[in-house]
Nanobody, 118 residues
Framework: QVQLVESGGGLVQPGGSLRLSCAASGTFLSINDMGWYRQAPGKERELVAAVTRVGNTNYAESVKGRFTISRDNAKNTMYPQMNSLKPEDTAVYYC????????????WGQGTLVTVSS
């Protein structure tokens, strides 16, 4: 069984920063692409950023220049860094990983709430 666990969410003031993490545990061969998603109240879940196994990244336009994403393959962990946070970044943030065992499947974390408010 493979689990993804997010951590690092919380309350932060506008303009502040948060560093999240998403750690994978369980039995698997490797993790290919990892993605960071968010879902604000009343809105669809959207892709915020993604990182390939070799470190190539892409970002949603709304977070370019403010968010960065990295990963440590040895630790099976992804690290989204969120800077210059805005109230509209308030959402539940989820990670997703492309898990390789004897087959391929996608696993989701349970989500972590980020609230940007003064």
């Amino acid at each position: 069984q493979v689990q993804l666990v997010e951590s690092g969410g919380g309350l932060v003031q506008p303009g502040g920063s948060l560093r999240l993490s998403c750690a994978a545990s369980g039995t698997f061969l490797s993790i290919n692409d990892m993605g960071w998603y968010r879902q604000a109240p009343g809105k669809e879940r959207e892709l915020v950023a993604a990182v390939t196994r070799v470190g190539n990244t892409n970002y949603a336009e709304s977070v370019k220049g403010r968010f960065t994403i990295s990963r440590d393959n040895a630790k099976n962990t992804m690290y989204p860094q969120m800077n210059s946070l805005k109230p509209e970044d308030t959402a539940v943030y989820y990670c997703k990983g492309q898990i390789i065992t004897h087959r391929y499947f996608e696993a989701w974390g349970q989500g972590t709430l980020v609230t940007v408010s003064s």
